[in-house]
């Protein structure tokens, strides 16, 4: 309606187009990982607001701390190389190249949580991809995180290391926890 009369537009030549997962997780099955450490993926091409530069300074503090987990990343080889220069981060990260968004589920069913530390987003399929395919999701506590996961997130502050470590320890030593924000997700979906 707004739009509308901002715009002088009739209201019938617009519509909202609602986001959600895609089609290739409707029957992908609901897998848990087999990974031996707890995995922690970030679906996403590089984009500077996706945040990427946090996670080496993340994985020291949790290498610190004895946390057991790795990341699984999708970025091309290229841009993965500029920002995870150093070998003692990289052992802690599984970088799985671009991911074809009708594929991407099978990464969904190898992890154990999603991150999302982006500092500016509008929507993120991401989100209802994790809810979808039953798994915690940590992300920036930011107004569009919260709009879109309500309580079905464990949030962070995005440019603070020590705060995003902090929640990953939590919801890692806590079952009960990541049990609650995926029946959250489901909610929410």
Not at 160 to 183: G, P, R, T
Request: aromatic share 10%.
């Amino acid at each position: 309606n707004k739009l509308s009369s901002a715009s002088k537009i009739a209201e019938e030549k617009i519509m909202v187009i609602g986001n959600t997962y895609g089609g290739a997780f409707e029957n992908s099955g609901m897998k848990k990982s087999k990974n031996t450490k707890f995995t922690i993926l970030f679906v996403s091409a590089y984009y500077q607001h996706k945040n990427f530069e946090i996670i080496p300074a993340v994985i020291k503090i949790l290498k610190s701390r004895n946390i057991d987990c790795q990341f699984m990343f999708t970025l091309a080889s290229e841009k993965f190389q500029q920002i995870f220069k150093e070998d003692d981060v990289k052992k802690y990260i599984i970088n799985a190249g671009p991911a074809n968004p009708s594929e991407s589920y099978k990464l969904y069913q190898q992890s154990d949580a999603i991150i999302m530390p982006s500092l500016l987003e509008t929507f993120s399929a991401n989100y209802p991809e994790a809810m979808k395919m039953q798994k915690p999701i940590l992300s920036s506590d930011l107004p569009f995180a919260k709009n879109i996961c309500g309580d079905a997130a464990l949030y962070f502050d995005p440019k603070n290391a020590v705060d995003i470590a902090n929640k990953i320890s939590e919801l890692i030593e806590n079952k009960k926890l990541q049990e609650e924000l995926i029946n959250e997700g489901q909610q929410v979906l």
